[in-house]
């Protein structure tokens, strides 16, 4: 079934902003890209431009967060369901030809307004995939402060595994940081788990 | 000493480069922000935009490259020497207000045109950053292709730290990544050295 006109403005502002980063995007790219009408941005999203982007950004945080829950929960523990979470992402990252990374890096880094709907959608983002990644490791196991800090190494590393696959224009970079950081996780669990 | 035109317009570059993206900075920023006469560009960079935009990128690396090797050389081990590192930089994050962080990842994720000189000298930034770890590591007694891949998991993690420290306005991130880094790396020397 094909798209409807919303999804393809959705599914576009996502992509072009994660190649182009937010200010490399304009509403007519938008919608020549997805083929929608100029009259369909308000109709579909009275709130303008930005109400699409913030849509575009939670959209690729939901499939980027599912994804992630699937590892976790499909792993015996969280080194496995991590390692191969940078696998999925890896995959991605070249079946888009290195355009599609993590949705909120992009963002990140062009620094919207701090008190922005879209600065603060990020904030929520990171923050959820750090609980995700502490609450599998506590679960697991590991201490309650030792989970928080590895939590937060792990997202940092993936995300700045990411940027750097991007930039060599090869996965290399997340294989083989994701076996570093699965081999960290693994040296952390109770050796009884 | 005040600092001359050129050196101004490339730091004035630098900062909104770091702060807004490669898109998100105009021409006339740079010239009204660093005070610059309008003929100032041509008559100090004949190559136009691309050429300040590159000084920019090279000041910025050079400027990131120095403190690096600093941090290595005067540690006693690599584990103190990135620990260091990680300190270094996140003091410069929060003096900048959270707009300095790495001169390379805004460029990096606003993907330029892989065969442009920027993106080359974002690559080659990458490369060397991550053969200055991977050297200290391998001095430091640790096994080649270890010290390979816990070099590009140093490098990414302090990337992606960097990025979480600005989305939450925040030290804590860059704190806690570079003490788990730290000891990743203690782990991973001999215990003899």
């Known amino acids: 079934m094909k798209p409807d006109t919303r999804t393809r403005m959705i599914e576009t502002t996502a992509r072009l902003v994660q190649t182009h980063g937010l200010h490399g995007v304009s509403l007519s ?8 009408p100029r009259g369909s941005l308000y109709f579909h999203f009275p709130g303008g431009k930005n109400e699409l982007m913030q849509a575009a950004l939670q959209s690729g945080i939901k499939e980027a967060t599912d994804a ?11 080194a496995d369901g991590v390692q191969q979470f940078f696998r999925v992402t890896a995959r991605e990252l070249v079946e888009s030809d290195f355009a599609f990374g993590c949705p909120v890096a992009a963002i990140v880094l062009d620094r919207p307004d701090i008190e922005s709907e879209l600065a603060k959608t990020c904030q929520a983002a990171f923050d959820q ?4 990644y502490r609450d ?11 989970a928080g800090s590895l ?9 700045g595994a990411l ?12 294989d083989e940081v994701g076996k570093e950081v699965s081999e960290l996780i693994a040296g952390a669990l109770p050796s009884t788990a």
């Not at 995939?129 to 995700?132: D, E, G, K, N, V």
């Not at 940027?163 to 997340?174: D, L, N, T, Y």
């Open 68 to 78: 992630l829950r699937d590892c976790l929960a499909a792993a015996d523990n969280p």
């Open 29 to 36: 790219d938008i919608l020549s890209e997805s083929g929608a």
């Open 129 to 132: 995939w750090a609980r995700m």
């Open 163 to 174: 940027m750097m696959a991007r930039s060599e224009q090869s996965a290399i970079p997340v």
């Open 136 to 146: 599998a490791l506590m679960a697991a196991g590991v201490p309650p402060g030792r």
């Open 151 to 159: 939590a937060l190494t792990v997202l940092a590393s993936l995300e």
